[in-house]
C-alpha cells in the first residue's frame, strides 16, 4: 500500500522567506506525484505535478517540487513566500499505469502561515 | 467553465440519522472520485466511479456506506444510521478521462457533515 509523509504540520515564515516542504511516499513501483493547496475557504487546487521527464517540475504562483527517486521524495519549494501564501498544502501520489489506479494518497498536510 | 460543486455544504445530523451527499461534476469528466477528510487529516479515498461504473468502493469503511451515479454525471454519497466517527468532510473530485493516473483531479468546497 502507499503512503505519504509531510514531516512539517505547521510553518510560520515570514514574507520573502524562502520555503520547503517536505514529502515522502513509499511505493515500490511507479508513481505520479501531485502537490495541492487548499486557500482558507477554498477548495482544493493543484499546485503542480509529476509524472516523468524533468524532475524539476515548476507549477503555479511560483512553487517548484523536484523528484527523487532514490529518496522517495517530491520536496515543494518556493524562494520567497508571500503572505497570500497561506494556506494548507498537500502532498500526494498515486501509482502508475493505469487500470484502477487513479486514487490519490494523500499525506496529513503543511499548514503554512506567512507574516508580514 | 463551472467547477464540481457539493451539496449540501453544511450538514448536521443527528446519530442514527440518514444522510445524502450530493456532487455535480465538471461536464464531460469521466471520472469521480469521493474523499473523506478528518480534522487535521488529509484526504483519504472512498470510491471511484468510470461513468456509471463503480469501478473501487475498497475505502468506503462500512456498509453503511454507499454511493451511486447512475447516469454517469451526478453522484450521491449515502451514509445510511450516522455514527459520531462519521463526522468529517467529504470531498468531490472529477477528472476528464478514463483511468489516467496523471490527469489532475478537480475538487469540489466538500460537505461538512457534524454527527451529533
Known amino acids: 500500500a502507499q503512503s505519504v509523509s509531510q514531516h512539517n504540520h505547521h510553518v510560520i515564515l515570514s514574507e520573502a522567506a524562502s520555503l520547503e516542504l517536505g514529502c515522502n511516499y513509499s511505493?515500490?513501483?511507479?508513481?505520479?506525484l501531485f502537490w495541492y493547496v487548499q486557500y482558507p475557504g477554498q477548495h482544493l487546487q493543484l499546485l503542480l505535478k509529476?509524472?516523468?521527464?524533468?524532475?524539476l517540475v515548476k507549477g503555479i504562483k511560483g512553487f517548484e517540487a523536484e523528484f527523487i527517486k532514490s529518496k522517495f521524495s517530491f520536496n515543494l519549494r518556493k524562494p520567497s513566500v508571500q503572505w497570500s501564501d497561506t494556506a494548507e498544502y498537500f502532498c500526494?501520489?498515486?501509482?502508475?499505469?493505469?487500470?484502477?489506479?487513479?486514487?490519490?494518497?494523500f499525506g496529513t498536510g503543511t499548514q503554512l502561515k506567512v507574516e508580514l | 467553465g463551472a467547477g464540481v460543486s457539493q451539496s449540501p455544504r453544511y450538514k448536521v445530523a443527528k446519530r442514527g440519522q440518514d444522510v445524502a451527499l450530493r456532487c455535480d461534476p465538471i461536464?464531460?469528466?469521466?471520472?469521480l472520485f469521493w474523499y473523506q477528510q478528518a480534522l487535521g487529516q488529509g484526504p483519504e479515498f472512498l470510491t471511484y466511479?468510470?461513468?456509471?461504473?463503480?469501478?473501487?468502493k475498497s475505502g468506503l469503511p462500512s456498509d453503511r456506506f454507499f454511493a451511486e451515479r447512475p447516469e454517469g454525471s451526478v453522484s450521491t454519497l449515502k451514509i445510511q444510521r450516522t455514527q459520531q466517527e462519521d463526522s468529517a468532510v467529504y470531498l468531490c473530485?472529477?477528472?476528464?478521462?478514463?483511468?489516467?493516473?496523471?490527469?489532475?483531479?478537480?475538487f469540489g468546497p466538500g460537505t461538512r457533515l457534524t454527527v451529533l
Open positions: 461536464s464531460g469528466h469521466v471520472s
Open positions: 500526494a501520489v498515486n501509482s502508475a499505469p493505469t487500470g484502477g489506479g487513479n486514487k490519490l494518497t
Open positions: 509529476y509524472f516523468s521527464g524533468d524532475p
Open positions: 466511479f468510470q461513468n456509471e461504473a463503480q469501478l473501487d
Open positions: 511505493y515500490g513501483g511507479t508513481v505520479n
Open positions: 473530485a472529477s477528472s476528464p478521462r478514463l483511468a489516467a493516473s496523471t490527469d489532475t483531479q478537480y
